[in-house]
């Protein structure tokens, strides 16, 4: 099976800025979503954004809203994920997850997305 895979994690000062990207499969699919989802050291992993492919809908958390952007590639299955104004709290690995059949209102629940991308570091660190 297809995988999403991601890159452009690494290593970034408090304020910086990031662009992450995830090559994604393209599924046909009712309510076909590409999210984010991170997990930091010791902690649970954790939504952190999400793009419904055909109306672009998107949603955030709100720790990164206003920081973070989603969006689409208009020439590829891709999805690319602005950050800005990153801070050390922002420390994690980033996954790309897919999935289909997802309602609005459970988007942000990991157990949706049924294919996952092996991750990409982040640090934000001095």
């Known amino acids: 099976q297809v995988l999403p895979v991601e890159s452009g994690g690494g290593l970034v000062q408090p304020g910086g800025s990031l662009t992450l990207s995830c090559a994604a499969s393209?599924?046909?699919?009712?309510?076909?979503?590409i999210a984010w989802f991170r997990q930091g050291p010791g902690t649970e992993r954790e939504f952190v954004a999400a793009i419904r492919w055909s109306s672009r809908t998107t949603v955030y958390s709100d720790s990164v809203k206003g920081r973070f952007t989603i969006r689409r590639d208009n020439y590829k299955n891709t999805v690319v994920l602005q950050m800005n104004s990153l801070t050390p709290d922002d420390t994690a690995v980033y996954y790309c997850?897919?999935?289909?059949?997802?309602?609005?209102?459970?988007?942000?629940?990991?157990?949706?997305?049924?294919?996952w991308g092996q991750g990409t570091q982040v640090t934000v660190s001095s």
């Open positions: 393209g599924r046909a699919g009712s309510h076909y979503t």
């Open positions: 997850a897919e999935g289909t059949g997802i309602i609005l209102s459970s988007i942000r629940n990991q157990r949706n997305y049924a294919y």
